[in-house]
T-cell receptor, first 114, second 112 residues
Framework: DADVTQTPRNRITKTGKRIMLECSQT?????MYWYRQDPGLGLRLIYYSFDVKDINKGEISDGYSVSRQAQAKFSLSLESAIPNQTALYFC?????????????FGPGTRLTVL | GQNIDQPTEMTATEGAIVQINCTYQ??????LFWYQQHAGEAPTFLSY????GLEEKGRFSSFLSRSKGYSYLLLKELQMKDSASYLCAVTSFTGGGNKLTFGTGTQLKVEL
């Protein structure tokens, strides 16, 4: 089945370390997104990309960077992790060719920064 | 900017009907989604409204009034497995495409 996958699923790291979260999709969608989810704050958009050469900041991009290496891959990096980046991170994809344009989410990466 | 409000928590009884409300203020409105999210899992699509009115899909219905900036999700014949968080999300048109903004979610607890 066409799918959205994220690696790793869980990660514990220390303050100051560089971390990369990876997202791959087999849906053939052009658009990809990174969100973080915190209790009581809902899902917040970090970065999004509408195609391979397109990168856009979301509402909370500070402290993060992204790379869209190919249509199928969208990576999120924390250059120097800090404890308040502890959260559940979701990657999502969407297909602009459909009128619905719903977003399909990966299973999530639970990141803990000590 | 975007502002989306929905209740934090709701409790309902198995077999009953529950209505989860969502109000929003946004520019460039281009549709409203409802997602279901079980604890620790990915959100999954439930419904989409872009025109005023009611969309029905099995036990789930969603209503939209664009003039009032209001939507609700109606769940009928509640089952224990419906215990989850329900996310209201507004899509707005930005340069080059649509962007989703999520509410903080309504945690629904279904009891016997």
């Amino acid at each position: 089945d066409a799918d959205v996958t994220q690696t790793p699923r869980n990660r514990i790291t220390k303050t100051g370390k560089r971390i990369m979260l990876e997202c791959s999709q087999t849906k053939g969608h052009d658009r990809m997104y990174w969100y973080r989810q915190d209790p009581g704050l809902g899902l917040r958009l970090i970065y999004y990309s509408f195609d391979v050469k397109d990168i856009n900041k979301g509402e909370i991009s500070d402290g993060y960077s992204v790379s869209r290496q190919a249509q199928a891959k969208f990576s999120l990096s924390l250059e120097s992790a800090i404890p308040n980046q502890t959260a559940l991170y979701f990657c999502a994809t969407s297909d602009p060719g459909t009128s619905l344009n719903e977003q399909f989410f990966g299973p999530g990466t639970r990141l803990t920064v000590l | 900017g975007q502002n989306i409000d929905q209740p934090t928590e709701m409790t309902a009884t198995e077999g009953a009907i529950v209505q989860i409300n969502c109000t929003y203020q946004t520019s460039g409105f281009n549709g409203l989604f409802w997602y279901q999210q079980h604890a620790g899992e990915a959100p999954t699509f439930l419904s989409y409204n872009v025109l005023d009115g009611l969309e029905e899909k099995g036990r789930f219905s969603s209503f939209l009034s664009r003039s009032k900036g209001y939507s609700y999700l109606l769940l009928k014949e509640l089952q224990m497995k419906d215990s989850a968080s329900y996310l209201c999300a507004v899509t707005s048109f930005t340069g080059g495409g649509n962007k989703l903004t999520f509410g903080t979610g309504t945690q629904l607890k279904v009891e016997l």
